[in-house]
Nanobody, 123 residues
Framework: QVRLVESGGGLVQAGGSLRLSCAAS????????MGWYRQAPGKQRELVAT???????NYADSVKGRFTISRDNAKNTVYLQMNSLKPEDTAVYYC?????????????????WGQGTQVTVSS
């Protein structure tokens, strides 16, 4: 069983910063891409940023220049540094990972989601 556990959300004023963390644990053989998504009330879940195992990154246009995604492969952890936060960044932020897991004598591909962490930016 694989778990993704997020932390670091909270309430911050506009212009402030937060750092989210997401740690993967369980029967993990390797992790390919990891990423952050968010879902605001009444809206669909949207991609925020992704990072490959080699460190290549991709960002939504709305967060480019403000957010930075990084990962520590030794700790199976992905981070999201969020600066210059705006009220429109308010959402539940979800961690996602594309994993290869150990299943008995074999390995298999598996996607996983965290439980989400609330980020609220006040104006």
């Amino acid at each position: 069983q694989v778990r993704l556990v997020e932390s670091g959300g909270g309430l911050v004023q506009a212009g402030g910063s937060l750092r989210l963390s997401c740690a993967a644990s369980g029967s993990i053989f390797s992790i390919n891409a990891m990423g952050w998504y968010r879902q605001a009330p009444g809206k669909q879940r949207e991609l925020v940023a992704t990072i490959t195992s080699g460190g290549s990154t991709n960002y939504a246009d709305s967060v480019k220049g403000r957010f930075t995604i990084s990962r520590d492969n030794a700790k199976n952890t992905v981070y999201l540094q969020m600066n210059s936060l705006k009220p429109e960044d308010t959402a539940v932020y979800y961690c996602n990972a594309d994993l290869v897991v150990i299943t008995g004598a074999w390995t298999a591909g598996q996607g996983a989601w965290g439980q989400g962490t609330q980020v609220t930016v006040s104006s």
